[in-house]
Structure formats: structure tokens, C-alpha cells
């Protein structure tokens, strides 16, 4: 056991062990002196003997961390307290500490065998020093042993699992604190595609209708008109806003579209994520596409590649943007478990696999949105965007005129 991982209560438990071990020492030297026994100074030595290397066990940290320095330290300790045995029935009393002491340093395979050693050493000693014969010799140090065993295990598994239940509170404090990040990330990016589509069909639309009537209205007037002057200032006012308002949808559209093209961030979209093999492709010519149109394509492949690795069990799956006269359209195929889209629509577990979202999405820019899928045959997922009038100059590019 680390000894860092101590504590309070196991350093009052260690404490009283050392206070246990000298308290014996001390009885079983006092006991020879004042008995006025024969050997009383070998008794006194080889107890003075046992408490150095006992103390010196206390304060060396290796027998603490190292199995090797602990199993050479027991065994001078033992070969101590068997000298001391052979002095002075006495003690055999020491044979209580060094069971929790070979219990707490070595292994299970190693202490318990060593225990039952100790114990019989003990009661070989109590013989042999000619006590009577009585269940309590034999009765006492196996009990005292049983009583050891029983309380350092039983410590140990209370341990490993305080320390399992430690480590689970641990990794759900950092799961916790994952989720959070990721809900805060979720709701930040939300929010910024949620201003983003409110600039774009409010203030940007609303600009670009006046510049265009100021321009029409501009048209009518006389070259000398006095008003000609302030409308053609009303008009340049009118597209510099447009301007600083397409410069906040961009700052304002998804990470994944500020370094390049939708093309490009499809392209990554298909590419290192888990699940079925996923091919991109492009038909027709490219054209720049206003920002809310973008992220709406990213946002609804991104769903359905969600849906397709999570629900449909498929094996493949293919990403086509494809760039027509007059619309732009997304169409994502998977060949996986299928699902009916009636039932899909009305199911009340996951809200339809999302495509509830992802039609609202498309329907308030204009586009049309399908889905066929039939059971065991796979999933087409089709959407159609109108691209912009000409009269309407695109949201990714800046008025020229």
C-alpha cells in the first residue's frame, strides 16, 4: 500500500502497533528482572535487540515500498524474536504484532503460511519452556492468528474497493466535466449559427431591399434631380451595412467552414471518423452559395452521417453535392438496416432519427426535402436548395457595385 494513501485512522492503527511491540518488549524484560531469573540479561538483550530492529524496520522507507526490503527485514526480525523465544516464555506474546506485520507487507501466498509458522513457533516455545499442557496453549496464538488474518483481509478488500469506488467517482467527475464542455461548445456553436441565420434573413435581406429599391428609384430621377444625391448616399450607406452584415454571418458560420469550401468540409466530414467506409463527390460547377445555405448542408450531413453509423448498421455510404443551373442539392446514401420514414416521423423515442430537424431546416430556406427508405434496404436522404436571384448577390461574396 502507498503510504501517501494513509489515512488518519490506518496511522493511529500503525501507531498502536509500535506502542503494542514495545509495551511487550518492555513486559517481557521487566518480567525477567523482577522474576530474579537466571538469564534476565539475556532476556533484557535479546529484547533491546528485537525493539532496534523493529524500530529500525519503522523508519527505513524501502520496507514500506520495496516487497524485498520488507521480506529481509521480517526475516531479521524473526530471527530476533526466536532468540528472545528461546530466553523467555514471554515471548511468544510478540507473536500477535508480527502476524498484522507479515499479513500487511508480504503477499497472501507468502504471509498466511507465515503466520501459521509464527503460530506454532510460538506454541513450540510455550512447550518447551515446560508450561503445562492446556487447550488454551494451543488455543491462544492459533486465535490470535485467525483473528489477524481475518481483519488484514478483510481490510484489504475493503480497501480495493474503496479505492474501485474512488476511481469510478473520479472518471464520472471527468466525464461530468467533459459533457459540460461539450454542451457548452454544442450551445455556443447553436448560438452562432442561431444569429447567424437571423442577420442573414433579417437585417442582410433587409438591407439588400433597400439598395436595390434605392437603386431603382434612383434610375427614375433626372441626372440634376436635388434628391438624386441623397438617394445615391442612401444607397451606399444601405451596401456598406450589407457588407458588415455578411462579415458577421461568416465570422459567425461553423469551424469547419471558416478554413475552405462546403466541398472541402464534406470532404473531411467523410474522412477518419468511425463506422462505414464514406466517399464524397461533386457534380456540376462550383458556385459560392450564401452562408446559411452552407451550413445548412454541413449541419444536415453531419446528422445523417450520425444517423448512418449509429442506427443503420451500414457498410458504406455516399455524400453528393451536386451544383445545378438554378439549385444546389445534397444527397447522402447509406446501404443499411433501412427504416420505415412514416413511422420514423411520428416516433416519439429519438424524435424520427432527426429528420424532423433536418426538414424545418431546409423548408425555411426554400428547398425541398426527401427521404426513401424501406426496411433492410438502405436509407437516400435528397435535398434541394434554390440558389439565390440574380438579383440577390450571394451572402459569401462582397457588393462590387
Do not use: K
Not at 353 to 366: D, I, K, N, Q, Y
Amino acid at each position: 500500500m502507498d503510504p501517501r494513501a494513509l489515512t488518519p485512522a490506518l496511522l493511529v492503527l500503525r501507531l498502536c502497533l509500535h506502542l503494542l511491540m514495545a509495551g511487550l518488549l518492555v513486559l517481557a524484560a521487566v518480567r525477567a528482572l523482577t522474576g530474579h531469573a537466571a538469564n534476565a540479561p539475556a532476556v533484557v538483550a535479546a529484547a533491546v535487540v528485537l525493539g532496534a530492529v523493529y524500530a529500525a524496520g519503522a523508519v527505513w522507507p524501502s520496507v514500506r515500498t520495496s516487497r524485498r526490503s520488507a521480506a529481509v527485514w521480517l526475516g531479521v526480525l524473526g530471527l530476533a524474536w526466536l532468540a528472545l523465544l528461546v530466553v523467555s516464555p514471554e515471548g511468544l506474546w510478540v507473536a500477535f504484532p508480527l502476524y498484522f506485520l507479515q499479513l500487511h507487507l508480504l503477499p497472501v501466498r507468502w504471509s498466511v503460511p507465515l503466520v501459521v509458522v509464527t503460530a506454532g513457533a510460538a506454541i513450540a516455545a510455550y512447550v518447551g519452556h515446560g508450561a503445562a499442557l492446556n487447550p488454551g496453549a494451543f488455543i491462544g496464538p492459533l486465535l490470535g492468528a485467525a483473528v489477524a488474518v481475518a481483519t488484514v483481509l478483510g481490510y484489504q478488500v475493503l480497501y480495493r474497493e474503496s479505492e474501485s469506488r474512488r476511481r469510478l467517482i473520479e472518471e464520472l467527475i471527468s466525464t461530468r466535466a467533459e459533457l459540460a464542455a461539450a454542451e457548452r461548445t454544442a450551445g455556443t456553436l447553436a448560438e452562432r449559427e442561431r444569429l447567424a441565420r437571423e442577420i442573414h434573413d433579417t437585417l442582410a435581406q433587409g438591407l439588400s431591399s433597400i439598395q436595390l429599391l434605392l437603386r431603382a428609384a434612383g434610375r427614375t430621377l433626372p441626372a440634376d434631380a436635388p434628391a438624386a444625391a441623397h438617394i445615391e448616399q442612401a444607397r451606399q450607406a444601405a451596401q456598406d451595412n450589407l457588407a458588415e452584415a455578411r462579415r458577421f454571418v461568416r465570422a459567425l458560420s461553423p469551424p469547419a467552414l471558416e478554413h475552405g469550401s462546403l466541398a472541402a468540409a464534406l470532404d473531411r466530414l467523410c474522412t477518419g471518423g468511425p463506422g462505414p467506409r464514406v466517399r464524397f463527390s461533386t457534380s456540376g460547377t462550383p458556385v459560392a452559395l450564401p452562408t446559411p445555405y452552407e451550413v445548412a448542408l454541413l449541419r444536415i450531413a453531419q446528422s445523417a452521417l450520425a444517423n448512418t453509423v449509429q442506427h443503420a448498421g451500414a457498410s458504406r455510404a455516399e455524400i453528393t453535392l451536386s451544383f445545378m443551373e438554378t439549385a444546389v442539392a445534397l444527397d447522402v446514401v447509406d446501404d443499411g438496416s433501412g427504416f420505415d420514414p412514416l413511422l420514423a416521423g411520428t416516433a416519439s423515442g429519438d424524435g424520427g432519427f432527426g429528420l424532423p430537424a433536418m426538414r424545418s431546416r431546409v423548408e425555411s430556406l426554400g428547398g425541398t426535402f426527401a427521404v426513401e427508405s424501406t426496411p433492410g434496404q438502405g436509407t437516400a436522404i435528397a435535398v434541394t436548395l434554390p440558389l439565390p436571384d440574380s438579383e440577390e448577390v450571394p451572402m459569401s461574396e462582397e457588393v462590387s457595385s
